[in-house]
């Protein structure tokens, strides 16, 4: 555990930052190659193994012939979208009949939320503690504030079978280019500036081209269009109403009406 308490080494200013408490995850390692040391260690907490990933299964082959290399038995599982409840279901299903010890997910937010629910309900006694979860990473959203972006893949996962990710990536170089053309506070806009600005290194693009490249990368890396994901155009009406209204949107830099966002959304489904 780490304290800082700046009380003990500095006198009280009037503006002081607010005191926070923060819980992070036990163990955590970062940078490349990191990934390999994961079998090691899974093997040293015991099997079997469940191991949740997303559609394709040759992205986490690697790490499944890695656990079985060390005599580990590995049951996987995948999750292509949002994971219903049909999926936690079977999750769980799999976990009792295998004896799984341990949940392993290997993937983006959907997996890993698919794999936290699991590993929380096999044993019932860890039901309170995922509601704890649950309840503290509501607040951290709360207070961190979103937007348009995370405010209209919300409802559009509700009304498709499309992962959210995949969602907020579709709708990214929308959101930025809808939010950029209400601005009039000149901090705002030189913030965006400043992204603009970044992502044309990034992309190697020119600056003012960015919105425009960032949508055809995306399309070149694989990520589609609304349509491509599978969401119906006939959702995408029910899906801006709900956005309007929705606490994601109370963070977006910029108010938008039901009208702009159904206007974008029609723009990302192209």
Known sequence: MCIVD????????????????VLMPANIRFGRGQ???????????????????GASPQRAAFLRQQLEALQLA??????????????????????????????????GGAVIDAGKAI????????????AWVSLCGGLALANAGLGVIH?????????????HGALCGSLLPFGLALNESQINDPGLRQRVNDVRRW??????VPVDQVW?????????????????????????????????TSSS??????????????EMLEAAWE
């Open 35 to 53: 990934a390999e040391s994961a079998a090691p260690w899974l093997a040293q907490q015991g099997g079997p193994i469940l191991l949740v990933h």
């Open 6 to 21: 700046s009380s003990l080494f500095a006198e009280k200013e009037p503006d002081m930052l607010t005191p926070f408490t």
């Open 74 to 107: 590995v049951t996987t599982l995948a999750i292509s979208r949002e994971p219903w409840l049909s999926d936690i279901e079977q999750g769980v299903q799999l976990a009792r009949e295998k004896g799984i010890r341990a949940v392993v997910s290997l993937g």
């Open 212 to 244: 425009d490249s960032l949508r055809e990368w995306s399309h070149r890396a694989g990520l589609g269009t609304l349509r491509d994901l599978g969401v119906a155009r006939d959702a995408l009406e029910p899906a801006a109403l709900a956005a309007s």
């Open 119 to 130: 590993a929380a309900l096999v044993p019932a006694a860890s039901r309170d503690e995922m």
């Open 199 to 204: 992502l044309a290194d990034g992309l190697d």
């Open 249 to 262: 949107m109370k963070a977006n830099p910029v108010s938008l009406s039901g009208e702009q966002l159904l």
């Open 151 to 163: 405010g209209l893949a919300g409802p559009l996962g509700g009304l498709s079978r499309a992962s």
